[in-house]
């Protein structure tokens, strides 16, 4: 008899959704996917064509996703705006939940979520942080854990986007949360890693430009941003994001420790082809985030299903996406107010006038 | 009702042949795993574990395998000295074919498959090359086909895997076929692919030595070689194979142009991670080519799967695997007697006693 | 008749100081190296053997050397504190000035060199900024020159050193004006150059450590520090200064634009070997900053001699040297005292208290 | 008293001479370059603005220019078919000779220059083998003595120029000696270096094309080739030159040994800048052979005027130099007659009617 798979529900089939529903598909031994949710009409038409036939159950409505029969989890791939929301309703049918970051750009609606989840320690609740289950970032922290660098004290991390002339990230910044909520967020994530989850906040400072996109300003957004955060332990982490790259997506991140120092995709390529011309050698760069990490968004699907079907931990805590998100949201506000934020030793705010 | 998939039976199940039966299992959606064969024990035992639990019928007679109820193509990653006899008996049952290289180590069996399918024009039989599916050597023939490099003109490349100093691969000698037909039949497979498989051999040259394992003598065979193709439209190639690398597995292409040149993989690399210590700046290597070309397994499969189904061509034609092995051949035995072979302008052998 | 070569002096002969002789003797063809001035007895009797032998006068009275026949210029490479008075001194003798970075850890010292060297428009009087002088700075800003990257709006820049376990630097801390002025100088200065001269700072924040050497704390210095500045005009810089690389020297820019990027040694490298070993492939990195700039302060010495004797502007202007100082005490500033200073539209400090 | 000076004089201004002299004139503190000769009107008019204002006696007569007055080297970089005779006469003139490579395209000729230097233990008489002075390949094979890859046997090197559309090459090539012994000289230097001078050849093979100047023919020359050397001690080399590069100089070692691997020069590089554009990263690569080997020039310079000045060893032998060309001319006749030539263990060649 074939061992058990995982019944799996995608809810939101936009641009991650899609990915997510073909890597449970297709990519995810262990996991079957039996529905897929979206209220979009271009959505469900690309649905019926790509999933459908392969026995999904398509819904127009997540309430009626989550009761489909004998399902055991769900994925949530839909607007950051409802993350939340549907992560606790699926918990309450009884399913594991996996969303995608953040689970919500309001630090009180996350905590809600761990809240519920914290009710039924059964239940595996995941939010995606997709570098965690990148080869390279896991090989990194591996050698951070065999002392290959001594204590690391200093992260540098940066989260660039190729340049979208097209505008789009202009009405996103409406509700993304900010740059340092929607892109610094894995850099603040990769910092919990390899600092330790326990770092307690010193300060943070923040500065931003409009150098592509000035409409970012209606929304007091920025195309470009540099954050530092300061832990009471001493270390430090800086952060750059932009959305400003010419070139393609350019993750990098460096681990700098008292012995050594580590760094990941220092040198941005497509693949393993270089050309030579009258103008020198060149390397291509992934156009987007799924061009450097698809098979980390693999990986996490399937260590997602191994975690449920073997009731084994997650790979990490679902409270570090609280903790990320709350030290986005201290950065976006330093940077938008142009001030400096401190904490006390116990991590509480200090307010500007006590400064 | 969900599409069709293509039932599938995986043949041997030795190091390359579980890496065949879990990618067509899991990691090919459009094909079903339903059969498997070994003969040996110790592979049977795996595959108890980890293939009859997923619904494989597992069989210890090749010729029962193939007529397993609704087989429709088989993969064969057996011994080298069967692919052929395998193939053929697989194509009498009207099964599809995909065999691990080579065909044979003998041009006149090889041949022997391509007459047995050009019987059965309706079969898919391929030859597995496995870097026809890599991405960065697609990317490589993409930019040769849109005119980047203008003609090409050179080739060198070669396979290089990390030394084991556990002596396998005296033995594994005896039977290879030597290092030109086992190892750089896939330099010689990427020259046609790159310089057109109508070229025609003007002239072969090669040298070896025993660096590192003095016993390959006894089976007339090298540690490191190199050698050297000439075709009679005015290119050359030029190859490198060795079993001595300390740092691992190092395949290496560069395609010269008239006005560019092109390379794959000059700095070879595990992953993205770069380790600064006292000593400068390390990265890791993969240490064989599974590590090197795991991706372009999977596509191979995908696309094997896609052409039987959707009765697409294949996307290279089978008389290319026996071409390679040709020329490998050729090359071997210029290795071995060290001496000059030369051809005339219809590729005809000019023997030695005519220069 | 051999073409006229400038009579030149070297003041100091510590560790540049040292560099410095001998670059103006050997490697600085329009020049000649007449007197040379240490009160060091250790660094005298090095030139006794090294600069004596070859008609270089020795002095170990600054004065009297700067009243040596015939002497047109001085480069002073004494400790930091002294540098401006020599440098004035040395103009009062009607003599070109290079001198070594910084012109004085306070900006109104620096001032001061500057209005005398206002007095005196004949005389060449530059504060040697050897990044100035290096190929690969210059090739990087010919091409911000020639609009390859759009505007230039965000600088990365870092000095990093090889951590020296002897604990030198701590010793050195009394009296370097910290890590923003010392170190990162080279970094502001690039950014003065990319961004131009005339950008106005709108805020500066700065975050250190002392991961590797606590002793610093005695003198409110840091050996890892991160530092913003933000301008006016819409643009970022920050910085990087660390005393703690295990593998050696890595000073590295980015310069960011609306259109493009430059980088200059993302890799660095010792030269161009690498080594292929059981554990990876690895290459050296310089041990020093002078391993990486030795050519750069060959080609200031050139330069610097060719506009004395030709009178042809410097390459960049002395009031720099100020502004980078004035810069680096603010972030220094903010770094110790933790806080953020900011800067009316005009440059002016807004204390604390307007926050 | 300054230390003495040597004497130096330079015969031919051409491309190479002109560097040279002012390499001996500017970057070699321990010479005085007195003299320089050229036959060439324009030579001599950039001679007259160049050198001679400095001091420099010009002639055009290279018998005149060998009496001048005290000098006591000459820098030989005149056209290749007068290397030997001019400096059999300056060994007649008792003056220390630094040759361009080759002392002559002729192995007999050569042989007549050793055997003149060899009457004169006391004179310095080298070859100017400018890799052997490049801070990189003196690493990689400080590397080799120390151990690092074990034993070297395997040599991959070649030496690639930018293409010249103008077809300088094709006329040059009538006198050159082919690209065996015109380019290649080095990387058979290099061998001879790494290998030991003691090698001896077991057989030698050719391929060429031509490629992007068939109008090579002409001279029985090629515009690309790849060569392959055999040791009787079972090394081997293998040798690529190009005249077709499009990006620039690419001159690449590979080192392979029983336990290791060095490289040199695997990435090309102008220098430390990366430009990110649409397109992807590219650096850019030196054009010429100046480009990526002036210092080592320079270094060239400094060494032989030590080894004058101090009467110390020469860093290589000058029979080297013989033994270069003569395998060099040996893989020309293989390329040119398309056949292999073998030796017997004492090196002798043995008639390809003995095969």
């Given at each position: 008899m074939a061992p058990k798979k995982l019944k799996v529900a995608v809810a939101g089939l936009g641009r991650m959704g899609k990915r997510h529903a073909m890597n449970f598909m297709n990519r995810t031994p262990r996991a079957e996917l039996v529905a897929a949710f979206s209220p979009d009409p271009n959505e469900l038409k690309w649905a019926k064509e790509n999933l459908e036939p392969f026995g999904v159950t398509l819904y127009t409505d997540y309430n009626k996703m989550i009761q489909h029969p004998g399902l055991e989890a769900v994925v949530i791939g839909t607007a950051t705006s409802v993350h939340a929301e549907e992560s606790i309703q699926a918990m309450e049918k009884n399913l594991h939940v996996l969303c995608e970051k953040p689970l919500s750009t309001k630090v009180e609606v996350c905590k809600q979520v761990v809240a519920e989840a914290q009710k039924r320690p059964h239940l595996k609740v995941m939010c995606g942080f997709s570098r965690r289950f990148d080869a390279s970032y896991r090989d990194a922290h591996d050698k951070v854990e065999r002392g290959l660098?001594?204590?690391?004290?200093v992260i540098r991390s940066q989260t660039c986007d190729k340049h979208d002339p097209g505008g789009f990230f202009v009405a996103y910044a409406a509700w993304s949360g900010g740059v340092f909520v929607d892109m610094s967020i894995h850099d603040i994530d990769l910092t919990l890693w390899f600092f330790g989850d326990d770092v307690v906040l010193k300060s943070v400072s923040a500065y931003g430009i409009r150098a592509v996109q000035p409409d970012l300003a209606k929304y007091n957004d920025y195309d470009n941003a540099v954050g530092i955060v300061e832990f009471h332990d001493g270390r430090i982490a800086y952060y750059f994001c932009s959305r400003m790259m010419a070139h393609g997506q350019e993750d990098t991140t460096e681990i700098i420790g008292t012995e050594g120092k580590l760094s990941v995709n220092v040198n941005p390529q497509l693949n393993l082809v270089n050309r030579y011309h009258s103008g020198g050698i060149t390397r291509e760069v992934p156009h987007d985030y799924y061009g450097r990490f698809e098979m980390a968004f693999v990986e996490e699907s399937n260590e997602f299903v191994s975690a449920c079907l073997d009731d084994k931990p997650l790979p990490y805590k679902l409270t570090n996406a609280v903790k990320a998100v709350e030290i986005g949201s201290y950065i976006q506000e330093a940077l938008v107010q142009e001030k400096q934020i401190r904490f006390d030793k116990n991590g509480k705010r200090i307010e500007a006038a006590n400064l």
């Open positions: 660098i001594g204590r690391p004290s």
